[in-house]
């Protein structure tokens, strides 16, 4: 980070920051652009282990900023995923076919980042896409099946980083984002779908 250059550093989330050096600047400042890019604005006196603390600290900030972003691409360019579970033919069939399915993708992607699940359920769930519990059990809501992979998946890495993690602090979302890098796609695509 020298003169008038730009560093390019990829986040966790799998955003691009941009560290820039201002000479005008007086402290540090982080924006992010339409594009996704995060650019940190770093003052003439400041050092890059600074910057890059700054963007540490600022993690939790600049994810809702990259959420509100990707909701705002999806209002205006995608149609919401529609809800053929309203059919009972379809959901019949379609909680046969979760009872069968989800488990074993579940235990793949365990086995993929060496965890050990206690237990596996698959439920009527109203109000979540799935659960963890303290003992290590797992609730998965069947309609997750009739959702895109990406999305899919991105619930069960979710519910396996409670594993590790049964909170949702910056830590949390750390560990979601090293092993799903889209899941901030992904979790604004299922805020669109309702479960009822």
């Known amino acids: 980070m020298t003169g008038g250059n730009s560093d390019f550093i990829p986040l966790a989330s799998s955003a691009v920051t941009v560290f820039a050096r201002h000479p005008r600047a007086r402290r540090y400042v982080i924006r992010v652009q339409d594009d996704g890019r995060v ?20 993690r939790p900030w600049i994810a809702k900023q990259l959420e509100r972003l990707e909701r705002q691409r999806l209002s205006e360019h995608d149609r919401p995923f529609s809800t053929p579970w309203a059919d009972p033919d379809v959901a019949r069939e379609s909680r046969e076919r979760a009872r069968r399915e ?95």
């Not at 050092?47 to 600022?58: D, L, Q, W």
Request: hydrophobic share 40%.
């Open 39 to 58: 650019r940190v604005t770093v003052p003439r006196w400041g050092s890059r282990r600074e910057a890059m603390a700054f963007v540490e600290r600022e």
């Open 102 to 196: 989800l488990p074993e993708r579940l235990l793949a992607l365990a086995h993929e980042h060496g965890l050990a699940v206690r237990k596996v359920s698959v439920r009527n769930q109203k109000w979540r896409w799935g659960s963890c519990s303290r003992d290590g059990h797992i609730c998965l809501n069947w309609r997750l099946v009739l959702m895109p992979d990406a999305a899919r998946d991105y619930v069960l890495v979710h519910e396996l980083m409670h594993l590790k993690r049964l909170d949702h602090s910056p830590t949390f979302w750390r560990l979601v984002a090293r092993a799903c890098p889209d899941y901030q796609a992904q979790r604004a695509f299922l805020r669109t779908q309702r479960l009822d």
